[in-house]
């Protein structure tokens, strides 16, 4: 066998698991079907809608809030191209980070097509047609996700888009579409919305960001609503047309009546699917599961001896830190350790501002399993950090079991709430009840003391500043 272990694909998970193998002294290659490493993640997901983000925030702030804090700004202006190109150099940078990383590890990487040939081989054809053959006692399929879209809704790249054409689009909507109130609707929508567009979206459900706790969707639409966003909830999208000029979507509403939305663009967000393509799964008779995605056991196992997956091709959340988790989860468990992920703490994040963010289960959850259990909530406005920065609008509300008083479950909009949330990972992590959290010193003034002050509430009902 040439290598220990060959990882397809090279996202958050592929990377991650080849850097954790070579540290474990196998011996190790990766292959990338595209010239830059790092996957969705870096190239057309997370790092690319937090630059632009970031960008528009600033925009935003310029525009909305640099006057009250006494800075004139009146002459701002937006330079999309320029955006673009701060957003591409961030990503390039990234990406170039990883191929040092695998340079540091001797991680070989192979770029081209990776095909299994057999269980224990895999085809590399590069983008001119070259093909190579590589052996590996162990095969790991990190080969990710692609955008999800229905009948009627097929993206034709040009005003009908995903997130990847909107990531590059050297211009600001004027009326944006999106459908899916979903993470990527709502982060990128957040990005035209702050930059001036109109934005309209279309969801199936009855609220935003159906999975997450109900008290996260009805503030995060109260704040959006503010930014200048429209919902329009319970709609089935029949038809999406691009009229040359525009688009005209046309949706069922909750009584069956045809609505039609007209904009310029029209975001299509419902989600990603498994991207197993031209993998040839069947050479190595490996089973797939259900809706696209390749079955594995617990320990991230295919039916076949040797051949692991992780990331967005397998159950789970398609989320970047799950995939590298599994990446070094399977690192491990190749390298004969006993390794363990706690899929019920993975944290989930929203980038809109303030941010949302959740860890554990949430208030519908706890109902369904038929849980006993307390509520702690606390409003950032009662917060003199919150008031400094005039970042008042949102909420931390933990849930604890009614008995024990562990926490079970953490949800919050806030300002800076991605890095607050790792406050609750780790207490829950070592299993921390509400009073735990709430005794623990936290400095003032910051965010994070409407954890603590949310802890207290859950605690015995006795928050200080409210
Ligand atoms: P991927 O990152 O999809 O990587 C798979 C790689 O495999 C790709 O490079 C692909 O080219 C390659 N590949 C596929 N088939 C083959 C083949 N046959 N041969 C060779 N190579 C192949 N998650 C977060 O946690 N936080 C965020 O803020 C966040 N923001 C996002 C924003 C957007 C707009 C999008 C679209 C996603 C975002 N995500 C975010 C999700 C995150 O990007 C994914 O969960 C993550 O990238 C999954 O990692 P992965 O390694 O499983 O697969
Ligand atoms: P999503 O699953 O978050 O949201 C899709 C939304 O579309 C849901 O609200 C759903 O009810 C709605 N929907 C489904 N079918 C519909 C239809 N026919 N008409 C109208 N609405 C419909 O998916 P997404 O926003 O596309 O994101 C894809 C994945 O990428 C997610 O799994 C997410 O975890 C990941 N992601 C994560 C981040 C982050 O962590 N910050 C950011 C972006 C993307």
């Known amino acids: ?59 935003h702030n310029a525009t909305h809030n640099f006057e009250k804090h006494g800075i004139d700004t009146s002459a701002v202006k937006i330079n999309m191209k320029q955006m673009i190109a701060r957003k591409n150099d961030v990503v390039n940078q990234t990406s170039d980070g990883v191929k040092y990383l695998m340079d540091k590890n001797k991680v070989d990487v192979h770029y081209g097509l990776g095909s299994f040939v057999d269980k224990n081989t895999v085809k590399v054809t590069d983008e001119k047609g070259k093909e190579s053959t590589i052996t590996a006692k162990n095969v790991v399929i990190a080969t990710g996700s692609k955008p999800n879209y229905f009948p009627g809704m097929e993206p034709d790249k040009d005003r009908i888009i995903t997130s990847t054409e909107m990531l590059n ?3 600001v909507a004027k009326n944006l579409i999106v459908i899916g109130g979903g993470v990527i609707g709502l982060e990128l929508g957040s990005v035209h919305a702050r930059l001036g567009a109109n934005v309209n979206v ?37 038809n999406v047309e691009n009229t040359g000029k525009g688009v005209v979507v046309t949706a069922l509403n909750k009584k069956g009546e045809e609505v039609k939305f007209e904009g310029d663009y029209c975001l299509v967000a419902v989600g990603r699917k498994p991207y197993t393509e031209g993998l040839g799964l069947d050479n190595a008779g490996v089973k797939m599961g259900e809706r696209g995605m390749v079955d594995v056991d617990d320990h991230l196992k ?49 980038y809109t501002w303030p941010e949302a963010a959740a860890v554990g289960k949430t208030e519908e ?94 605690t015995e009902d006795r928050a200080l500043h409210i």
Do not use: W
């Open 302 to 350: 295919t039916n076949v001896d040797g051949i692991y997956a992780i990331g967005d091709v397998v159950r789970g959340a398609m989320l970047a830190h799950k995939a590298e988790e599994e990446g070094v989860f399977v690192a491990e468990l190749i390298a004969g350790q006993k390794p363990h992920l706690n899929y019920n703490l993975i944290p989930g994040v929203v």
């Open 1 to 59: 066998m040439d290598y220990d272990v060959v990882i397809i694909g090279s996202g958050p998970g592929g990377y991650v698991c080849a850097i954790r193998c070579a540290q474990l002294g196998l011996k190790t290659a990766i292959i990338e079907k595209y010239n830059n490493l790092g996957g969705t993640c870096l190239n057309v997901g997370c790092i690319p809608s937090k630059a632009l983000l970031d960008s528009s925030e600033h925009y």
């Open 202 to 238: 279309v969801e199936f459900a009855d609220s935003i960001l159906p999975t997450m706790d109900s008290a996260v969707s009805k503030e995060l639409t109260k704040v959006l609503k503010k930014e200048g966003f429209k919902f329009n909830f319970n709609h089935r999208v029949q």
């Open 169 to 171: 689009l050297e211009k």
């Open 365 to 458: 959850e706890l109902k369904a399993e038929g849980v006993k259990y307390k509520v702690g909530s606390f409003p950032l406005k009662a917060l003199g950090r919150a008031r400094a920065s005039m970042d008042i609008l949102g909420m931390v509300k933990i849930l604890a079991d009614a008995e024990t008083d562990e926490v079970l479950g953490v949800h919050m909009v806030s300002a800076r709430a991605a890095d607050m949330i790792m406050e609750a990972v780790t207490a829950m992590e070592y299993r921390a009840t509400a009073e735990d959290m709430a005794r623990i010193c936290h400095p003032h003034p910051t965010y994070t003391e409407a954890t603590k002050e949310a802890a207290l509430a859950a």
